[in-house]
């Protein structure tokens, strides 16, 4: 019985499950950042390439 007991207070597992759903999390929010951003450049560059399509070379 004390071997059922030890596993049920063994708590290394929780910890290491704990910190992968924060990896997953943190992973989440710097995938959607970088979504965002990205969409966010795009649209700023096109704006550049349409400002910059009447200028001539010299």
Do not use: H, W
């Not at 030890?6 to 929010?29: K, N, S, T």
């Not at 700023?44 to 070379?57: D, I, K, M, R, S």
Request: no cysteine.
């Amino acid at each position: 019985m004390s071997k059922f007991q030890r596993f049920l207070r063994e708590e290394d597992g929780a910890a290491a499950i704990e910190y992968g759903l924060l990896a997953g999390l943190i992973a989440v929010a710097i995938i959607t950042t970088v979504t965002f951003i990205g969409t966010s450049l795009n649209t700023v560059f096109g704006y550049v390439q349409t400002a910059l399509a009447g200028v001539t070379a010299p």
